[in-house]
């Protein structure tokens, strides 16, 4: 009993930083919100007032329901709480419908649901417990790691003032890790199964997870020096991860592919006919290729290699565009997309399969996918670059390499998301968020590995100190130039591009460190 006391005691940290985190949530419900609150809004009316048959057909408001069936059924559940709150919110015709208790209910379902990433991140903290001796609470990885993670700035503004609900599904998938970790493999299948079906943008990790899952759980025995054992491949374990795999998505599609409905609804998860870039441009590859581009169309302007009367208006006036018409270089195809993403992807798992590292090889593994899907995929999000952000979290506590890369993608990720916040009532929340969380990463993760080398060189922090003049410059300057009349764009360039710069560097940095990476004796064993 006693035992237990101390236990529950030493965890009584993560109940205070789980409680102030969501005090800190409350405090944001009158803040901005985006389009996604409309979209949110009217799939509850959709799944609440429709028969199944016609979720996916629905079209009275331009944002169609397009995510898979589980996070439908989620809606619908939801719905059926809406009703106590404001029963308009569930009028499929009343689009853009605000009231108090619409803004109330939608927030506090966000925060509500949280409970499952804050579950999730306790999971996660205990796969690091007792690695590290400190009487000090605040250097202990795992009071570190909780912060970084149930504090993260990202996945604040994203979720709670943006409006989305981010956390709940990287609830699903930390915690799909955290079981993974613990060689609960089926559980963490399971976990993951769903989540597939809950948000389709997780497919981007799922060769982390099948290799994984087929290296350690499937095969039951290595040799020696690490390399596998043919002969232990288990027909009952993978006949067991493919019946998860089968029930779990004959329980999401199955409903609609009895109705014939499967291509609809294909179609409206995967719509290619949208743009390479999202909105405005995510920091990745084709975010410095697009001003590759557009930099060359003004050199070839100016020295009379092009023609003026056949480049498109819309490529030099439009700026940031869905449809980004190319002039000089080639323009990019959903299929060269795909190839780019699936060459980017293929060392990492290699890496997996022939250099196994155990949960820590997986972790590696897992971040290279989802950052390589950023980097090169098809309309990329912005927002989406919280999917490696968070689970090289939990790398960041354990070696000072990994806690340098992080450093560098989260700032520069998470610099990337303020043109989220583009209403003035939100600047001074957003930078004071931003600073608090960056300048608590710096000093928590430089004050755990002090005995070891810098977390950055030199030229690192030099890029990273650049942020704050250029935030300068497109929140201060720039509104009071005449350029804002003619290229309003230009803050959101300089922003994509310059994060551009910093998310590819820690991309190839990480992907160095992976591929160089001495493999331990109990790696090998693992």
């Known amino acids: 009993r006693r035992s237990r006391a101390m236990a529950a005691g030493g965890w009584s940290w993560f109940c205070a930083l789980a409680l102030g985190v969501s005090f800190l949530k409350c405090l944001l419900i009158p803040a901005y919100y985006s389009t996604d609150f409309e979209v949110h809004r009217n799939w509850l009316a959709i799944t609440h007032n429709l028969p ?23 809606e619908y559940a939801l719905s059926h709480i809406a009703k106590y709150f404001d029963p308009k919110i569930l009028v499929i015709e009343n689009l853009n419908y605000t009231s108090r208790a619409t803004v109330f209910f939608q927030r506090f379902s966000v925060i509500f649901t949280d409970i499952m990433f804050t579950y ?9 417990n007792g690695k590290q001796a400190a009487k000090d609470i605040l250097e202990k990885r795992t009071f570190i790691l909780a912060v970084l993670l149930l504090w993260n700035f990202g996945l604040l503004i994203v ?9 709940f599904l990287f609830g699903i998938m930390l915690l799909s890790v955290a079981r993974l ?6 559980e963490g299948a399971l976990l993951f199964a769903v989540l597939l079906h809950f948000k389709h943008i997780y497919l981007y990790v799922a060769p982390a997870y099948g290799t994984y899952l087929l290296r350690s ?15 232990s491949f288990s027909f009952l374990r993978v006949t067991l991860l493919g019946l998860i795999v089968c029930l779990v998505s004959a329980l999401s599609l199955g409903p609609f592919i009895v109705l014939g409905q499967l291509p609809q609804v294909i179609s409206r998860l995967f719509p290619f006919k ?17 001003a590759m581009d557009k930099a060359l169309t003004i050199f070839g302007l100016k020295c009379n290699l092009l023609d003026p009367t056949k480049i498109p ?25 795909l190839i780019c993403t699936f060459i980017s992807i293929l060392p990492s798992v290699f890496c997996l399969w022939f250099k196994p590292r155990g949960p820590r090889g997986f972790l590696q593994c897992l971040v290279l996918c989802a950052l390589s899907s950023f980097m090169f995929g098809w309309h990329v999000h912005e927002k989406a670059i919280l999917l490696p952000i968070l689970p090289l979290s939990l790398l960041s506590v354990q070696k000072v390499k990994d806690a340098g890369i992080y450093l560098i993608l989260t700032t520069t990720g998470h610099f990337s998301l303020f043109p989220l916040l583009f209403t003035p009532a939100e600047l001074p929340i957003k930078i004071l968020l931003m600073l608090l969380f960056t300048v608590y ?20 922090t030099i890029y990273l100190v650049q942020l704050v003049p250029l935030e300068i410059f497109c929140e201060i300057v720039f509104p009071l130039t005449p350029w804002k009349q003619h290229f309003p764009f230009v803050p959101l360039l300089l922003t994509s591009v310059y994060c551009a710069v910093g998310v590819t560097y820690a991309w190839l940095k990480l992907y160095i460190s992976v591929l160089t990476e001495r493999i331990s004796v109990r790696q090998k064993a693992e």
């Not at 999730?120 to 690091?128: D, G, N």
């Not at 970790?181 to 089926?186: A, M, T």
């Not at 208006?313 to 195809?333: I, N, W, Y």
């Not at 430089?446 to 690192?460: A, D, H, I």
């Open 181 to 186: 970790c613990q060689k609960r493999y089926l």
């Open 217 to 231: 759980y499937c095969f039951t025995a290595n040799n020696a020096g690490g390399s596998l054992k043919w002969r």
């Open 159 to 167: 979720d709670h003032i943006h409006f989305q609900y981010n956390g």
């Open 441 to 460: 990463s710096f000093s928590s993760l430089k004050s755990l590995f002090r005995r070891e080398r810098p977390l950055l060189n030199w030229l690192e």
């Open 120 to 128: 999730a991140v306790h999971e996660c903290c205990r796969l690091v």
């Open 52 to 74: 199944l048959s016609q979720w996916y057909y629905e079209a009275t408001s331009e944002w169609t329901l397009d995510y898979p069936p589980f996070f439908a059924w989620f």
């Open 274 to 290: 949208r743009g390479l870039c999202h909105a405005y441009w995510a920091p990745n590859f084709w975010a410095l290729y697009n």
């Open 313 to 337: 208006k819309a490529s030099m006036t439009g700026g940031l565009v869905q449809e980004f018409q190319h002039t000089v270089l080639p323009s990019v195809t959903p299929l060269a997309t």
